[in-house]
């Protein structure tokens, strides 16, 4: 069976990685051409409609996060989120309904959970939409986590 690449707007991989299909060609509206590949990093209302969106990051070695806004299982439109420091990434939370994503100071938007991997340590990123807002330290996990 052959595809058309033409018409196929966006492709969830079984390793959960969203690839974007424009043409025969590759690539990632939110970070760029020659940019092929995101990690889907968690799930939250970003805008308020009520639907779940898509938090993603870029690639390994990538720090820029991005937003798919969602509705139901159709792409309505993407933004930039903000780019993380360098070592850091949005945590993925096994088991977790939103990954790295939560609601931490009640304030209605989900925030960004991050942690660095060299040294353990965890971050909130406090967010409105896909604005960064503030942040502050979490706990230092255990090594073996």
Do not use: C
């Amino acid at each position: 069976m052959k595809m058309n690449f033409a018409k196929t707007r966006f492709y969830l991989s079984t390793r959960f990685r969203l690839i974007l299909l424009a043409g025969s060609a590759l690539t990632l509206v939110l970070f760029g051409p020659g940019v092929a590949v995101a990690d889907l990093q968690g799930v939250g209302d970003f805008n308020g409609d009520g639907h779940p969106d898509f938090v993603l990051q870029g690639g390994a070695g990538f720090q820029q996060t991005g937003i798919w806004y969602m509705n139901n299982n159709v792409f309505v439109s993407g933004a930039f989120g903000p780019t993380l420091p360098a070592g850091w990434f949005l945590r993925i939370i096994e088991g977790v309904v939103g990954g790295g994503v939560g609601d931490f100071n009640g304030d209605g938007h989900p925030d960004f959970v991050l942690s660095n991997f060299s040294t353990q340590q965890t971050a909130i990123w406090y967010m409105n939409n896909n604005v960064f807002v503030s942040g502050k330290f979490g706990p230092t996990l255990p090594v073996d986590w």
